[in-house]
């Protein structure tokens, strides 16, 4: 087990990262955690939430601590759990906990997939109460002002089921984020994925092309994130329709039909 | 593990807190506590029920010990559990029964999400009995006259499945809480964010129109938590259309119907 | 953990319960008792099924033990488990052994919310064996005369699923259970919420209104239970009204019309 | 623990159990234990099953082991299990464990309620490989002749789901029971109710009218057991109508209009 | 617990079996053995598959160790676990490691019955890699060339739920069995059931009989096994109506019309 | 347990497996390699996945550390866990954090019979970050450039259910496999079953028709494992007709129609 300020250190961002503003986004985020107000993210995979954390965690200068939430995961997974050491327990923070002592940012992805009691742990810490209660311990944690707490899920495809109780909603202020503007992503894909412009700028037609095919039952369209893994394999020799299929096609969707409609579409354009 | 003594200062309120009475609600609850009848509060998020426990707790200097409720909240994490120290299991109180030593208020907040065998264990503590079998460690507790169990529950989305039983329900005296009157409201939301009042009272109204439009499928209108943040966002130099969409209308939904008619409300008050 | 004496001193009922018999209850238990067979108690909410154990428990002289039953009680939680003490495991018997080696009233609150392994490690005892085998200790205890097994429902809002198996069922002595006669029940009213006896006897008038609207769908009608704690709301000044809404009204439903209703039967009285 | 030869003593049937035969049962099961095959009992609630195996182990002089079995019963429950005794894993042998080494008669009441995996089990032990593989032990224990596994199940009430899978099923020699007739029956009441023959004759007349209510909704018409209980409180000096109610008619339904149905029943007879 | 080489000698069947081949099976198995190829029986309850694998571990000298699947078994329960012993865990091997390790038959019985874990465990040794992760110890396990696994199912009353995978079933060389031939049968039920021939003739036809009920709704007709143990029963003194009764008849159903139509049928023969 | 280099060890492909690439699968795997990019592989059983990853485990001189995923598989599983040692928790790396820590290939077999937490575990390895959380330690391991993710499913039979989330498909470089071509099927079948070029290709002829039975219900198509086996039966004296009954036939399917279609086309090629 390393020690705190080891773990800590290893959450902070010294790059900064890089990142192109569409809106406010900036300015919210920061007038939220200057009011000690939690943060929800919307917005469809690989759109650029996780970056935008990473930009905020890096201006604000405090540590980024991520949660990949899941089906599975705990109450303790969050808060902490005791480890049997030389037949002693000795306590463990959890991830949430050890962001609430440091007051670091500790951003809940895709919160949505979490368990009830994961969603209604983090109560007293998102109202201004701002604290933690680690009953295990028997303690309650008061949130320093540094710390914040962020939250995202995709909107998209949210069961009913799993959606967001009003109760935690309305704890939030919340930012809706969308695929950058087609020239903002063309930058981002030619930078990141090491290919000329002008083939960045027909990924990202393309790519919006089958982002217009929700509409005929694809789960999703292609991200950013898949743009730039194409440009990569094109950059190492991979000829474009290839490189369209493995990194951008096939992994949209099964279906052959829909997989018919994507290969088309590629060949309109390459 | 902090001692008792100072695990219940931590949960003292030192301060009165801010709460500008509705109804007859604290004679009730003044005289059900003298009683020692348990409370159960009703009404939706954000309109107060937290704050008026602080309220009661601060009248009757007791510690305030607030549970909230969810799925995998289990009867230990009530009542307590054994953890083993240098491989002696050693008893720690869970908050109930910390609750019941030292004749403190515990708030069960959202009972309804609460597995039954957390209702069920509250049924000895809530009827004249006023007793907690802790039965691990074969004790029989009877708390003393300070002791208050409260819980609270939102009526408007509760499910039947998970309605209170009546066994459960006839047990309480209970207390309806809704929205403060526009003038209340407005002045609690200029106090706590910061604002005039004449913008306090536009957001007053904007509030009312979004809670109209729960019968359009809305889960629920604004509360009043919601009015407070998006006034912090305007004092820190948020505009009023960006504070409004981050800290009012994108937290209440993610249907893009529902979100325009959200937005239109906005735009016809500012 | 306390010595047995002391546990089983804790559940002595020492003095003589304020109870009412309505028929022949009290003879059917005795005899009962006496043949050493189980009882049944079935009924509504808050009618004097727990009051009436006690007044048997009273006066047989015998340990009453009260487990409230619910979907998560195990066997184990019954019968007893193994617990940790300087690494060795120590029996600690559970409610129903306790009464078993003691020869006491083990009474079973709400048994169809019990898992099945619940109903089934009572059947050994509930039959003309009167065994309760310990699995873990590998022993077979036998109960003496005194012990007597006592379990109650409700069958007003059973689902079919969580019904008595005839199996289990047909081990009983049952004695069904109602609301007191008016006047029985003003009386116990009037005692117990401390006012007098035109109030009390209105208060049961309301009462009885509310049994009605059964019909109408509401779960079930106001119990004595309630109409004592209105009583008391009154006898400590809060307004006849207010006291009727906090206390009687409020606890039944939450469904706006059902509310509307139970309001005007309480204006049509008071 | 108590010293396995004291476990298997308080096993042993020492007085001859009342039972009168109502076929060839008795001798259909010495065959079977002659030939080392294991015994399936079918029929209704409280219509000698128990009593049968009481006696067939009287007559076999061999300890019965008895186990109500339920959703909840585990193969450990059966087998054993590690117990931590200073630190030490002690192995201590389950019910079929222990009937296996010693020879002795393992009864499966209510089979159909065991998860698979009990049911499972015992395969290996109802074949002719009449093994047990005590898994966390390494062990494979082979029955001693004298050995005989006897499962029971009520045909009446099982679910579809629940049914013995034909694998489980075909390895038994199965015998089906059914209430006794009627003089043997009314005999039966008349010696363990304490009652006179001609009251006796009568209880078993109403016996046979609430059996014919099944085809209207009963579950199960009043068994032998009842009859008795029913002659007990008559016995004791109850009335017989209140006896009647009280142990033959409430533990039958709580439906209001079987309810009706059965005290008619019982008006027209006495 | 046993040693290792004790544990593989109790099952190493050292006496020939009786089996009556009644294909090429015993050629195809000893090829799959020699190609290290698996081994999937299918075939209805009690036609020989156990007694075939039984057969075949004699006729390669191989230890067979055989597993009951069940809906309970776990990954653990076939690979192996830390049992704590004077404080340390020590590894114990599960039977399909005991197996791998020995070189020795492991057939798991019912293998539809299992969870998907168990079922998946096997892959890596069911193909050309023959290799076991045993994951908690961080070992690969190559298998000997006389290891085999196998595995067998009842493809007659499978749910389309539990049917096994085709990535599993594609693994696999397949049997499949039926009831012996009339003549063959009547040879096996006349030695094994100490009966003469005749007498086995006419429960063979009867057998017959009730397998052609399984398309009027019967789950499975009469196995070789159950016409063994009537002739048991017929040779302890049993008559041979309440022999058919009790080992023929009435494990086959508790529905009423079927046994009816059973009945009849060995009316029509004895 | 083994130190972690000799478990390494025995990861290593040593010898050049047999592979025959279908197209450009070999040069996009390095590629992604390269980048430090995932890879998802889709396709039929049996069709070559899983000797694709060992040839690029060979090419690339990595470990490949396989796992077969399955419905229990558990986030600690793939990740590690505390065993007790002498009193003490030691930690335990699991396959997946073995392979992140010596630049492995980890290889995740049937990716969706995982749960959901499996799933999520390897998102922060599978983005940019190439993180992989392991909480229990408080650490955050980086993959070294050699690390490898690779995932694999059979898109033929998983249920929507099942079906991998946008959020973690579109992290992956995606190559289809499907069965190869015949002439190349032959070649692989004439020389892994040891029969002649001739029957192999009339096997994989039959292999043709039963991929074509998918329309009428049959879940898959005879793989080219099966017709390996197929000949290696035939190799070891099996007549043709028997082999392909046991090794080719019965593997597919237990549907008595599907059986006789598939009998049929065997006798109309051999």
Chains 1, 2, 3, 4, 5, 6 share one sequence.
Not at 21 to 28: C, F, L, N
Not at 44 to 73: E, N, Y
Not at 174 to 184: L, R
């Amino acid at each position: 087990m390393k020690a705190t300020e080891q773990r800590l250190e290893e959450h902070l961002i010294l790059e900064k990262p890089y990142y192109l503003a569409a809106g406010k986004e900036v300015e919210i985020a920061l007038a939220a955690h200057k009011n000690g107000l939690p943060l929800l993210l919307k917005g469809p995979t690989g759109c650029g939430k996780t970056r935008f954390m990473q930009f905020l965690a890096w201006k604000l200068k405090l540590p980024l601590i991520t949660v990949s939430c899941h089906d599975d995961l705990s109450t303790s997974d969050l808060v902490g759990r005791f480890l049997i050491r030389s037949g002693e327990a000795v306590w463990t923070d959890g991830p949430l906990t050890l962001a609430v002592r440091a007051g670091a940012i500790c951003y809940l992805d895709e919160i949505v997939e979490a368990r009830k009691d994961t969603t209604v742990v983090i109560h007293p810490l998102a109202d201004d109460r701002r604290e933690l209660p680690v009953e295990k311990l028997g303690e309650l944690l008061s949130a320093p002002p540094e710390f914040m707490i962020s939250v995202s899920y995709n909107p998209g495809y949210q069961s009913v089921l799993k959606d967001l109780k009003p109760s935690t909603r309305q704890r939030f202020v919340a930012i809706s984020f969308d695929y950058p503007e087609p020239d903002t992503e063309a930058e981002i894909v030619a930078i990141e994925g090491g290919i000329d412009r002008k083939l960045a700028l027909s990924l990202v037609k393309l790519a919006g092309m089958t982002r217009s095919l929700k509409e005929s039952g694809l789960a999703e369209g292609a991200s950013t994130r898949l743009l730039i893994q194409t440009g990569q394999l094109v950059r190492d020799g991979i000829d474009i329709h290839t490189a369209c299929r493995a990194a951008l096609i096939e992994p949209l969707s099964d279906d052959p039909e829909l997989l018919a409609a994507l290969e088309e579409m590629v060949s309109s354009i390459f």
